[in-house]
Nanobody
Framework: QVQLVESGGGLVQPGASLRLSCAVS????????IGWFRQAPGKEREGVSC????????YYADSVKGRFSISRDRAKSTVYLEMNNLKPEDTAVYYC??????????WGKGTLVIVPS
């Protein structure tokens, strides 16, 4: 059974950092592209970052470039999203998916990040 479980969200002040985790099971993480997405209240879901298959290429939305970093720990079957210098506009539910596009069949349930203004 394929599962993705996000954790690490919380309430932090502007400028703070958080590290989100996406623990996967039911499939091999080694060469699987994994994407992070977010959905803010009243807004559509948007792609935040992605780590590709065997070469671990990384991609970031313009809004998070230079602040967020994605990485993969194959031994732990976990993908991380390190978020630095958080801003109020980063407030959203963050999801990981077993794909870099939004049409993945497999999604986690999300973890909430709140950065008050």
């Amino acid at each position: 059974q394929v599962q993705l479980v996000e954790s690490g969200g919380g309430l932090v002040q502007p400028g703070a950092s958080l590290r989100l985790s996406c623990a996967v099971s039911g499939f091999t993480l080694d060469y699987q592209p994994i994407g992070w997405f977010r959905q803010a209240p009243g807004k559509e879901r948007e792609g935040v970052s992605c780590i590709t298959g065997s070469d671990d290429g990384t991609y970031y939305a313009d809004s998070v470039k230079g602040r967020f970093s994605i990485s993969r720990d194959r031994a732990k079957s976990t993908v991380y999203l390190e978020m630095n210098n958080l801003k109020p506009e980063d407030t959203a539910v963050y999801y990981c998916a077993a794909n870099c596009s939004s049409n993945s069949d497999y999604w986690g349930k999300g973890t909430l990040v709140i950065v008050p203004s």
